[in-house]
């Protein structure tokens, strides 16, 4: 029986994917944070726990995710992010597999590229992006020393239910829903979303070879995003910022991940979901 470790599992994408790998009688699921409990569960700090050696299966998804507070305290953005992930890969060895979440962040994003494929420039602007790439470079540096296998997946604003307020749909969805009025701020950014099901459909596709995968959704304007949930609500209340400013691109491009992956929720697919499940 495949034993398979989840870190930061109480967080969001780690709910989400443990109701995904509790189905089926084929694996052990073991979790490890700092808070929570259950069967099964370790509660401890990734840097001060060693047996990541016993699992067949490692989703890392312990970090430190929010780019203000990363910036506000970059040493446990690099405690967390760089320093936990490379802790963790120290343990591994052959035919064991790590599977690590990244972000967009490490992309340069200066380029103004409509689609960053995952070839692009690595040159983080801020220190969560930085601080996950040297997760990555670890990973990269130990598994060709010590013979494990990785999954790395650069993550494009994932959202869904039960994500915290703080992150742009989850915080679009509140203003709309609370406000009357609303000026849009950065209505010339464009982003691609990925919804949480997507995501998790691929963290748990074994199919998938062990390389560098972007995992987003389709490239949409802020500016769309809030008419389309507008729409959605009942909300036409919505203000353009009159400030000119440039287009901006903060989309991933999906096409080596979509071998594996072929229908990806839409955000009208997302939104309605989460906003079922909040009852609005």
């Not at 009688?25 to 001060?48: A, C, E, M, Q």
């Not at 990541?52 to 890392?60: A, M, P, S």
């Not at 203003?175 to 009025?181: A, C, L, R, S, Y």
């Not at 910022?241 to 955000?267: A, H, V």
Request: charged residues 20%.
């Amino acid at each position: 029986m495949k034993k398979i470790l989840v870190t930061g599992s109480n967080g969001f994408v780690g709910t989400h994917l443990l109701k995904s790998l509790y189905e089926g009688g084929d694996k052990k699921v073991y979790t490890l944070s700092r808070s929570g409990g259950g069967y099964n569960h370790f509660s401890s700090d990734i840097l001060k726990f060693n047996k990541y050696g016993d699992y067949d299966v490692i989703y890392h998804l312990a970090a430190a995710i929010y780019p203000s507070e990363c910036e506000r305290d970059p040493y446990h953005a690099w405690l967390v992010n760089a320093e936990g992930t490379r802790h963790i890969a120290s343990h591994l060895s052959k035919g064991q597999h790590l599977i690590y979440p990244s972000t967009s962040h490490v992309y340069d994003y200066s380029t103004n590229k409509k689609f960053i494929s995952e070839d692009a420039p690595l040159h983080p602007s801020n220190v969560y992006g930085l601080t996950k790439l040297l997760g990555e470079k670890s990973i990269k540096d130990l598994s060709d020393r010590q013979g494990f296998s990785n999954t790395i997946l650069r993550i494009f604003h994932a959202y869904g239910p039960g994500q915290k307020e703080g992150q742009l749909i989850t915080d679009v969805i509140k203003k709309i829903t609370e406000q009357n009025e609303i000026v849009i701020r950065g209505s010339n950014n464009y982003i691609s979303p990925v919804y949480i099901d997507d995501l998790v459909e691929v963290l748990t596709n074994n199919q998938i070879p062990p390389e560098v995968y972007n995992v987003c959704g389709n490239c949409i304007s802020v500016e769309e995003i809030y008419r389309v949930i507008g729409a959605m609500v009942g909300n036409s209340n919505i203000l353009s910022d009159p400030t000119p400013s440039d287009k901006k691109y903060m989309c991933g491009n999906r096409e080596k991940i979509s071998q594996y992956k072929k229908n990806w929720f839409s955000l009208e697919e997302g939104v309605s979901r989460i906003m079922n499940m909040k009852k609005y």
